[in-house]
Antibody, heavy 119, light 110 residues
Framework: QVQLVESGGGVVQSGMSLRLSCAVSGLRFTGSGFHWVRQAPGKGLEWVAVISDDGTETYYADSVKGRFSLSRDNPKSTLYLQMSRLTAEDMAVYYC????????????WGQGTRVTVSS | QSVLTQPPSVSAAPGQKVTISCSGSSSNIGNNYISWYQQLPGTAPKVLIYENDKRPSGIPDRFSGSKAGTSATLGITGLQAGDEADYYCAAWDTSLSEFLFGGGTKLTVL
């Protein structure tokens, strides 16, 4: 079955960097775009970024633009979210999610990885 | 403040019907597909409705979606205790080049 498994979360100091990974299996990785969506404690869902199936296009939420970078390694069926200059506002559970039908909807969510930013 | 506006909470008794609204603009709901997500406590969200009114396999027909202009509605009939969850609408915004989520609506089954 389709699996998206995030890793790399943890505790990081404010201002530092962290890289999240998402290992994908059970689907044709190269045929799919992928998003990252985050959820701060007790808050709603916030879209973070998306990468196209071939990796040539990426889009970012204003709140992370210039600090986060999304990439993919197709031979490894893995996504990477490089996060820099982290602040308390970035503290959240980060979900890796498959894009369907060209930004029409999201399905196949991972279980999430928690990022805690300490001061 | 989310660009897509949902009521913070709705409630109804078991067996009743409830609707959740989602209001946006021409750059998102008005010209792109809307989708709805259910997040049960402590779990990852899952898609309930996609492309405005389609249900993925496994989603019961008690759940329905509709869209009119720049607004959309999620309907749930025959409410069950297990439907207690947070519900989110979402759509791509062509002007912002961002995938937007509504602020979420907490459904309470009384």
């Amino acid at each position: 079955q389709v699996q998206l498994v995030e890793s790399g979360g943890g505790v990081v100091q404010s201002g530092m960097s962290l890289r999240l990974s998402c290992a994908v299996s059970g689907l044709r990785f190269t045929g799919s775009g992928f998003h990252w969506v985050r959820q701060a404690p007790g808050k709603g869902l916030e879209w973070v970024a998306v990468i196209s199936d071939d990796g040539t296009e990426t889009y970012y939420a204003d709140s992370v633009k210039g600090r986060f970078s999304l990439s993919r390694d197709n031979p490894k069926s893995t996504l990477y979210l490089q996060m820099s200059r982290l602040t308390a506002e970035d503290m959240a559970v980060y979900y890796c999610v498959r894009d369907r039908a060209g930004l029409r909807y999201l399905d196949n969510w991972g279980q999430g990885t928690r990022v805690t930013v300490s001061s | 403040q989310s660009v897509l506006t949902q009521p913070p909470s709705v409630s109804a008794a078991p067996g009743q019907k409830v609707t959740i609204s989602c209001s946006g603009s021409s750059s998102n709901i008005g010209n792109n597909y809307i989708s709805w997500y259910q997040q049960l406590p402590g779990t990852a969200p899952k898609v309930l409705i996609y492309e405005n009114d389609k249900r993925p396999s496994g989603i019961p027909d008690r759940f329905s979606g509709s869209k009119a202009g720049t607004s959309a509605t999620l309907g749930i009939t025959g409410l069950q205790a297990g439907d207690e969850a947070d519900y989110y609408c979402a759509a791509w915004d062509t002007s912002l080049s961002e995938f937007l989520f509504g602020g979420g609506t907490k459904l309470t089954v009384l």
